[in-house]
């Protein structure tokens, strides 16, 4: 059995079998690896469990990259609610200092999970993390969530490179936003429908996400883009659980999102040739970096 390539084929064969989309993932990937279905659930723990393990460790750390762009802005969040300063609710806290977290510890080199890339490895762990200690979801939940968000990230991937070369920020942390959403309307027990509509209401409105890291690092804008698009999965659940559908189905528009990717000038994706990284700012940063890691050698 070969793992249907659109949401279309997977959102019927889920119907006919009257299972939802994490049942039909982790059966395929079963067959696939020749595994039971319950190795794979332990396969897919030891991710959950490396995401935890990067929130943890990303709380505690203040630690800067080596460039010193990046690296204390979960710490300053902290700070910030330690005072009970908030907009929003523990749990919106929890998802954005759990990305910050995530996504800090990625440019400090520690261990992450990439989902789909470590570019954006702290979208999916920050939400489902967060969302689960709100809701008191056990691991088994999280685990569905986390076979949720993953297929849906290989669905896409059929048509779009997840690689921020290729596609854009759009194909890498616009993603990873969609995989979130899925991931999230799963733990709520919304229906394989809404699913899509999360995936695909997340998706268009990424559309077009260009790729232009400051000094051609992985720290800006990304760490600041992995708290955005967490809190933007959550709307995107939010509003295909209140029935808002995509009047666009989401087959289609990973298609367009993969047009996108391809007129998408080259300049803008992660050549650092044009947008953010070729401000004045960005062109003085590179040029003290140049120099200082120069004067290392
Ligand atoms: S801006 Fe580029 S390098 Fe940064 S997360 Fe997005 S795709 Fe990755």
Redesign the pocket.
């Known amino acids: 059995m070969i793992l249907q390539k659109t949401f279309k084929n997977i959102f019927e064969e889920a119907e006919e079998k009257n299972k939802r989309f994490y049942e039909i993932s982790q059966e395929h990937e079963a067959q696939t690896l020749d595994l039971s279905v319950l190795q794979v659930r332990d396969k897919v723990k030891v991710n959950l469990n490396a995401m935890k393990t990067a929130i943890e460790q990303g709380l505690k750390s203040k630690e800067k990259s080596v460039s010193g762009l990046c690296g204390d802005d979960c710490a300053k969040l902290i700070e910030k609610y330690k005072n009970g300063k908030s907009l929003f609710s523990k749990t919106y806290q929890k998802v954005l200092t759990y990305a910050f977290a995530t996504i800090e510890q990625n440019i400090r080199m520690g261990k992450i999970v990439a989902c789909p890339?470590a570019?954006?490895c702290g979208i999916v762990p920050s939400v489902i993390i967060a969302i689960s200690e709100s809701l008191n979801a056990d691991d088994e939940k999280q685990i569905d969530a986390l076979i949720t968000a993953g297929l849906v990230g290989q669905i896409v991937s059929e048509k779009l490179a997840l690689a921020?070369a290729v596609a854009g920020?759009q194909s890498?942390?616009g993603v990873a936003s969609a995989m979130a959403a899925g991931a999230l309307v799963e733990m709520y027990a919304g229906t394989n429908e809404q699913i899509l509509n999360a995936v695909a209401l997340a998706l268009k409105n990424v559309m077009g996400l260009v790729?232009?890291?400051v000094a051609g690092l992985?720290e800006v804008?990304?760490v600041k883009?992995n708290a955005f698009l967490a809190i933007y999965a959550v709307t995107a659940a939010e509003l295909a659980m209140a029935g808002i559908k995509s009047v666009i189905p989401v087959d289609e528009v990973v298609d367009a999102m993969q047009q996108v990717g391809e007129l998408m000038s080259p300049r803008l994706k992660?050549s650092s040739e044009a947008g953010l990284a070729t401000t004045k700012t960005a062109i003085d940063i590179t040029e003290e970096l140049r120099e200082k890691w120069s004067l290392a050698d």
């Open positions: 890339t570019g954006s921020g920020c890498e942390c790729c232009d890291p992985v804008p990304c883009r992660e």
